[in-house]
């Protein structure tokens, strides 16, 4: 196995909102200006990091919005968020969940943190991966798969003090719970003080890993809090070490190699695509949500 080399490691771009109830640093593809395939079939990573948005009795969120085309899926650190659709699917994810929602032909949707996770505040910390659908599963029905922490595939490394958490595909011998269009890995990997975690990644595949907590050596780079790493496509072999202990999101995928057209809400492949996606939405084929 030959080392995959470092292309970047990206400090969180200035955060925006998203809604009230999110403020996130798009790390791609608008944060650094990537190419919108650069890291196909991961199209968007808006990333929370920790913050305590205070008590509040009515929950802060984004409203009633439309998707098509790709998938949402988010994965929470700390606080809770509630998920609702039009597709009938709702649910809550705690510290350590993942919501995996495809959106394919269309739902609405509403995200907001959980009612009593608001009514006590405290520290809120995700990240929110938009991940590509081939063209041919871009119509697919809408489908919500809420994973807790305990479902995922976990393992304990050989030197004793790290811990992997699968959420999707496979790593280190197991395979993740999540149903995926594409082939996709997605895993949390938790390094205590002086653990050191060594896997491969398919060197076609795209590949990223995000520091959510403490501070790590990637591949012979610093890779401190909230920063993300972008791998070049050189190599399948990757060794994290860490000093002071360390939680990562590693994400890694298989290129679709397949036009992008993308506006707002809305993945495609083509902009005819996208004004049918704005057409039918007027038309009331997302389905309907209440506020
Ligand atoms: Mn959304």
């Known amino acids: 196995m030959t080392k995959r080399s470092v292309e970047a490691v990206l400090a969180p771009p200035a955060p925006h909102m998203v809604g009230d109830g999110f403020r996130v640093h798009n790390f791609f593809p608008g944060g ?3 190419e919108q395939d650069r890291l196909s079939p991961f199209f968007m990573l808006d990333y929370n990091a920790p913050v305590d948005f205070g008590p509040r009795e009515e929950p802060r969120g984004v409203g009633v919005h439309p998707h098509r085309g790709f998938e949402t899926v988010t994965f929470a650190f700390q606080g809770s968020v509630a998920h609702h659709d039009s597709a009938g699917h709702s649910g809550v994810i705690n510290a ?8 394919g032909s269309g739902v609405l949707h509403k995200e907001y943190h959980e009612r009593e996770f608001s009514r006590k505040g405290g520290v809120f910390h995700m990240a929110q991966l938009w991940v590509n659908l081939p063209a041919k599963h871009k119509m697919e029905a809408p489908r919500y798969q809420g994973i807790k922490r305990d479902e995922m595939a976990q ?8 811990e992997v958490r699968v959420v999707a595909g496979s790593l280190f011998g197991v395979t993740g719970p999540a149903k995926t269009w594409s082939p996709v890995i997605a895993a949390v990997l938790d390094l205590t003080a002086g653990g050191e975690a060594r ?19 990637v591949n012979g780079h610093d890779a401190p809090t909230d ?3 972008v791998f070049r496509n050189d190599g399948e072999e990757v060794v994290v070490t860490s000093s002071i202990g360390a939680t990562l999101l590693v994400l890694s995928g298989e290129p679709l190699n397949e ?3 993308a506006y707002g809400p ?7 695509e996208i004004k049918q996606a704005f057409a039918d939405v007027s038309a009331g084929k997302f389905g309907v949500l209440e506020d």
């Not at 350590?96 to 959106?103: E, K, L, N, S, Y």
């Open 32 to 34: 650094y200006n990537m």
């Open 96 to 103: 350590g969940d993942v919501q995996w929602m495809t959106a």
């Open 155 to 162: 393992v304990q490394l050989p030197d004793g003090k790290s």
């Open 199 to 217: 896997f491969n990644l398919p060197a076609s595949y795209n590949s990223v890993v995000l520091v959510v907590k403490g501070a790590a050596s």
């Open 227 to 229: 920063n993300l790493v």
């Open 259 to 261: 036009p992008i057209a």
């Open 266 to 272: 809305f993945v495609m492949n083509t902009y005819d």
